[in-house]
């Protein structure tokens, strides 16, 4: 039936695909562009809402009277601020940034039994870290400098300590 047809009008000659190599590879370019976008823009919307959990946090700690305050010291110094049911949140200056393939990991520790409260790669002028683990009194919070995190207890050097709270 083809045949028929262009032995019917022989001048007629079938369309070129309408889309070329290059337009093709342009396409899905800007389709892998955009997908990178989206995820990034994720992130980033992730990150921004754990910075703002924290800085909220941190507004109530100091908004809270009758929080304590207490000192932290060591390679930096900073403040550890512990609300009367144990959240807390600890604010370090001048740590530097751990180095690669290590992470500083919170600790508190109770009757020497330390338990993981969280981790953080350290940088910048003032770092806000919202402990995982709620500080009973008596306990201490220590930091640590870690090759990986989740070990059920500190194997590197205590870099930082605070007082019995």
């Given at each position: ?23 093709t ?13 989206g ?14 959990s ?33 959240n ?32 953080f ?45």
């Amino acid at each position: 039936m083809l045949d028929a047809a262009r032995a019917e009008r022989p001048n007629v000659k079938p369309l070129r695909p309408r889309w070329g190599g290059a337009t093709t590879l342009l396409a899905a370019v800007a389709a892998l562009v955009a997908v990178g976008v989206g995820i990034w823009a994720v992130s980033l919307s992730r990150s921004l809402s754990h910075e703002r959990s924290a800085r909220q946090r941190l507004e109530h700690l100091l908004t809270t009277p009758t929080a304590s305050v207490v000192r932290v010291t060591g390679q930096s110094s900073g403040t550890l601020l512990v609300t009367p049911s144990g959240n807390a949140t600890l604010i370090v200056s001048q740590l530097p940034e751990a180095p690669k393939g290590h992470i500083y990991e919170a600790w508190v520790i109770k009757n020497n039994k330390p338990v993981r409260a969280g981790t953080f790669p350290g940088g910048g002028n003032t770092i806000i870290i919202p402990l995982d683990r709620r500080v009973p009194r008596g306990a201490v919070v220590a930091v640590t400098l870690e090759k990986s995190p989740g070990t059920d207890a500190p194997t590197g050097k205590v870099l930082l300590h605070s007082q019995g709270v």
